[in-house]
Antibody, heavy 123, light 110 residues
Framework: EVQLVESGGGLVQPGRSLRLSCAAS????????MHWVRQAPGKGLEWVSG????????GYADSVKGRFTISRDNAKKSLFLQMNSLRAEDTALYYC????????????????WGRGTLVTVSS | QTVVTQEPSFSVSPGGTVTLTCGLS?????????PSWYQQTPGQAPRTLIY???TRSSGVPDRFSGSIFGNKAALTITGAQADDDSDYYC??????????FGGGTKLTVL
């Protein structure tokens, strides 16, 4: 089955770190760029970060630049998001999303989404 | 940072036609932004409707269409149905591997 399954969310205090994972199955993971998109409770979607098939290029939203790091392990068919210096405004459901292209530089689109993992930043 | 604008809410009668738009706080939307549209119902992950301005994703009914309308991207639903009652998001490619979503439009079909 073609799917993405996120994990690693939870309750964390402001200023602390958390690492999210996304396990891919049912498709050739290293053929495609991948992204993280988040959705705060009751709010809209926000693109967070993207990474090329070979990690050659990465991109970040201004709101997370310098605090979050995206990475991938093609051998393990996994995508990661290291989140440091977390803030209350980072509280959201974090989705992993597959790009239709191999690079994030092509302006394509997201064709497969996971169900998300919830991150709550609170003291 | 650039803000992508969408109508917060819209209402359409069953069988009616509605056009949702996606603009920029500064400048015009063009095909070079590769606008795409996603539908989301409560508790569900988004579903791709339209990509690269006007290409329907696989399985999407032809009552959904995309275009550039003036200086904005547009999603038109022709012959709205009850199950089109959802949130709709556009996303624009800003170059250099950066995407920005609009705030979303809550469409009510009644």
């Amino acid at each position: 089955e073609v799917q993405l399954v996120e994990s690693g969310g939870g309750l964390v205090q402001p200023g602390r770190s958390l690492r999210l994972s996304c396990a891919a199955s049912g498709f050739t993971f290293d053929d495609y760029a991948m992204h993280w998109v988040r959705q705060a409770p009751g709010k809209g979607l926000e693109w967070v970060s993207g990474i090329d098939w070979n990690s050659g290029s990465t991109g970040y939203a201004d709101s997370v630049k310098g605090r979050f790091t995206i990475s991938r392990d093609n051998a393990k068919k996994s995508l990661f998001l290291q989140m440091n210096s977390l803030r209350a405004e980072d509280t959201a459901l974090y989705y992993c999303a597959k790009d239709i292209a191999a690079t994030i530089l092509g302006g394509w689109y997201f064709d497969l989404w996971g169900r998300g993992t919830l991150v709550t930043v609170s003291s | 940072q650039t803000v992508v604008t969408q109508e917060p809410s819209f209402s359409v009668s069953p069988g009616g036609t509605v056009t949702l738009t996606c603009g920029l706080s500064s400048g015009s939307v063009s095909s070079s932004h590769y606008p795409s549209w996603y539908q989301q119902t409560p508790g569900q992950a988004p579903r791709t409707l339209i990509y690269s301005t006007n290409t329907r994703s696989s399985g999407v009914p032809d009552r959904f269409s995309g275009s550039i309308f003036g200086n904005k991207a547009a999603l038109t639903i022709t012959g709205a149905q009850a199950d089109d009652d959802s949130d709709y998001y556009c996303v624009l490619y800003m170059g250099s591997g950066i995407w920005v979503f609009g705030g979303g439009t809550k469409l009510t079909v009644l």
